[in-house]
């Protein structure tokens, strides 16, 4: 059991900024827009996440998401080891992906997901 990829999503107050920036100036591969959240490629493997939000905290918005086709699987796993699942795996029909969220022990958002989207290949 393994994952696939790697996103680290952060909080933007400005999408179109930091499009502009991370498209037009980095000129990294938009991998996924998902309106509110766009995806960039920035190794095979490798990608960053920026979702609008109206107000940012220190930490706030930021997630380290493990992209696996296995999160059923990892959430056994996590259960097993005792490790609390604040959220677990569902559909979430906004952004196409089935999920599942813990803390780390420096309480650092994990998301497990799966995409459902067509449109995503992590693998291409």
Wanted: charged letters at 25%; aromatic letters at 12%; proline letters at 6%.
């Amino acid at each position: 059991m393994s994952f696939d990829s790697i996103i680290t999503f952060l909080p933007t107050r400005d999408l179109v900024q930091t499009a502009q920036f991370y498209e037009d100036i980095l000129e990294l591969e938009l991998a996924l827009d998902q309106t509110r959240c766009r995806i960039y490629r920035v190794t095979q493997g490798g990608f960053l996440g920026f979702c609008l939000k109206d107000e940012i905290k220190p930490h706030d918005g930021v997630i380290l998401t493990l992209i696996t086709e296995e999160v059923d699987r990892w959430h056994a796993l996590l259960t097993e080891h005792e490790v609390t699942i604040e959220k677990p795996p569902v559909f979430n029909p906004e952004f196409q992906i089935y999920q599942m969220f813990l803390r780390d022990p420096n309480d650092y958002l994990i998301e497990i997901q799966r995409f459902e989207d067509p449109q995503w290949n992590v693998k291409s």
